[in-house]
């Protein structure tokens, strides 16, 4: 599959939740984070969301987010989405909403952004082990 | 030493200002409320719904392929034409990639990190040799390349 020209990533955040106001469709990100802590692996976060803005959306583009485990780069999870008729002049959102999501280990995270198979931008959170019990 | 320019400034203090509405006027203060119109993106929600797949906990895939499609250039002045092919090694512990058509190199703790420095190096790269008023055969030959992948952004 080829595109002309590429999408370009204008931002790539997570979030605790991403609110879309009815009517005028404005998104609202909630709890902008890039670090969980937690007293025990593995951990489900229950709830959160990761936004893109893209530039050069042309056409239909399958996006693919990858959630890659950095320290060994280890795929956990990937999901596609495929994008029809975008206008050309506008930017394009995505608002991604994941729940119970099972993160095995502490580490660092990534969530990479594909479309069609072209690497575009990634975003980092770092998985923390908290000991509750400590001083 | 008399003062060259003089200030005037108010203090704000916590607490809220009634500003003048319509035919109320004040010194200083606004004559008129304009009141915008609702303002929302021009394009309707389209919801998608998109299957996540797991991986087997027990047999994580590796996401380290032999080579990757490259398009984070992350430089709203600069536009990608088309995908940039990397080949992807190994170094000890640190992931290299390189654009063989353009003998141009990065590498990296992780795949994405060394895609990062890739396409920091190819940003200065681009600006380095488009500002250059003389290139000798290999620089001139490498712009060609490079302008074959990226362009500057129309204002």
Redo the contacts between chains.
Sequence with gaps: M?F???????AMLVCDQII??Q????KSLIGIFQRVQSPMFPVVIPRFGIYVKLL?VVGTIEFKL?I???D????????????KD??PS?P??LA?S?QNFQI?QPGKY?F?LY?N??????ATIDLVEWDAGGA | MAPIAEATYQNFVPGSLRLAGSGETRPGAWSAICELP????????RA?T??????G?DA?????PET???????D?RL?????IPLKVSREGERTRVSWVEADTAASGE???CA??RFGTRLRSLFYELADSHSLDADRARLLEVLTRHVALRPA
């Excluded at chain 1, 002309?4 to 204008?10: E, H, Q, R």
């Excluded at chain 1, 060994?72 to 994008?83: F, G, K, S």
């Design positions: 080829s002309d020209p590429i999408p370009s990533v204008a879309s106001e009517g005028t469709n404005k050069d990858r890659v485990k950095l060994d780069e280890t795929l956990l999870a990937e999901m596609a989405a495929p994008i975008q206008d506008q394009t959102e991604i994941l095995p990534e990479q479309a198979d072209v690497y575009l931008h990634r | 609702g303002q929302g993106s021009r394009q309707p929600a998608v998109a299957d996540l797949r797991f991986t906990q994580f895939a590796a996401s380290r990757v499609l490259f398009g984070g250039l992350n709203p536009r990608l034409l088309k995908p992780t795949l994405t895609m990062e």
